[in-house]
């Protein structure tokens, strides 16, 4: 028995060898450039905000491109106050753009207080997207192979109540963020 459990072997190995060249030589999606082209406010109250971030995905590919999943986090003042999953719910046409809208609720006891100024700010994450053709895309469903673009975006977000489109009333929902950009990758 010991022969055929060295030839089981051999064969698994053969298996997993030729689906890694396969895999390789299969994965020609390339993945989506993501860029941050918008922050607004959602909601407002004096203890809490909801910030709305556009994540935009451009697809240089000749077919569409699903974008499965964001993982992402904000940090402001260099505090962490927030971090989340979201289905991205969106499919890229060919040789396009789409967006994503990214919401990110947090205290504002966690961060001393009212916002009422400029405060620095990253956002920073994942989108997992959805590769061509069949064996990806086996690989993709069975959980095999996932993969994935990421993004990065600091800067500064003044919330100075001059630059919000409000003032709003406690509660109500809508407005601006003025963005200042140091550095975007993605």
Do not use: K
């Not at 459990?5 to 298996?15: E, F, L, Q, R």
């Not at 909601?43 to 971030?53: C, G, I, P, R």
């Not at 053709?133 to 086996?138: A, E, S």
């Amino acid at each position: 028995m010991p022969e055929r459990a060295s030839v089981t072997a051999a064969i698994t190995g053969a298996v997993l060898a030729s689906s890694a060249i396969t895999i390789g030589g299969c994965t020609s999606t390339t993945p989506p450039r993501l860029s941050v082209s918008d922050v607004s406010i959602q909601a407002e109250t004096s203890e809490a905000m909801v910030l709305s971030f556009a994540v935009e995905g451009a697809n240089p590919n000749t077919f569409p491109l699903p974008l499965e999943e964001v993982r992402y986090r904000l940090q402001l003042d260099g505090d962490r106050v927030f971090s989340g999953v979201r289905s991205s719910q969106i499919t890229i046409p060919r040789s396009s753009t789409g967006a994503v809208r990214l919401p990110v609720a947090f205290e504002l006891a966690d961060l001393g207080g009212a916002l009422n100024g400029p405060a620095p700010y990253r956002l920073s994450g994942s989108v997992r997207y959805r590769p061509a053709g069949t064996l990806p895309g086996v690989l993709f469903d069975s959980g095999v192979y996932r993969p994935s673009a990421s993004f990065s975006v600091s800067g500064v977000l003044d919330f100075t109540p001059t630059n919000r489109t409000g003032p709003f009333p406690e509660g109500e929902t809508g407005g601006a963020v003025r963005i200042d950009d140091a550095g975007s990758e993605g």
